[in-house]
Nanobody
């Protein structure tokens, strides 16, 4: 049984910062590709950042220079440090594990419910201006 639990979502002012965490159990985060995706109601789920088991990182262009993905292997936890937040960052953020190669990069969109990998329940990030 694999479980991914996100935390850290909150409501902040534009320009603020948040750190999202994804605690994994039943899965070693160093054994496959992991990532963060976000989704706005009525729109597709989009890649934000991914990190492969060898440490290779990919970011969506919209967050490059503002967000940082990292992991703590000892804690089996994935993180997304978000700085200089913008209203357009408002979305539900999902943690994903064991992503197949085509989705182990941030320039991706997923229509409907993902049929691959493992996914958390999401955490809400709201940025106001």
């Amino acid at each position: 049984q694999v479980q991914l639990v996100e935390s850290g979502g909150d409501s902040v002012q534009a320009g603020g910062a948040l750190r999202l965490s994804c605690a994994a159990s039943g899965y070693n985060i160093d054994t496959g590709c992991m990532g963060w995706f976000h989704q706005v109601p009525g729109k597709e789920r989009e890649g934000v950042a991914t990190i492969d088991r060898d440490g290779t990182i990919s970011y969506a262009g919209s967050v490059k220079g503002r967000f940082t993905i990292s992991k703590d292997s000892a804690k089996n936890t994935l993180y997304l440090q978000m700085t200089n937040l913008k209203p357009e960052d408002t979305a539900i953020y999902y943690c994903a594990a064991d992503l197949p190669k085509p989705f182990c990069q941030a320039n991706t969109v997923i229509a409907g419910t993902p049929r691959f990998g493992y996914w958390g329940q999401g955490t809400q990030v709201t940025v106001s201006s």
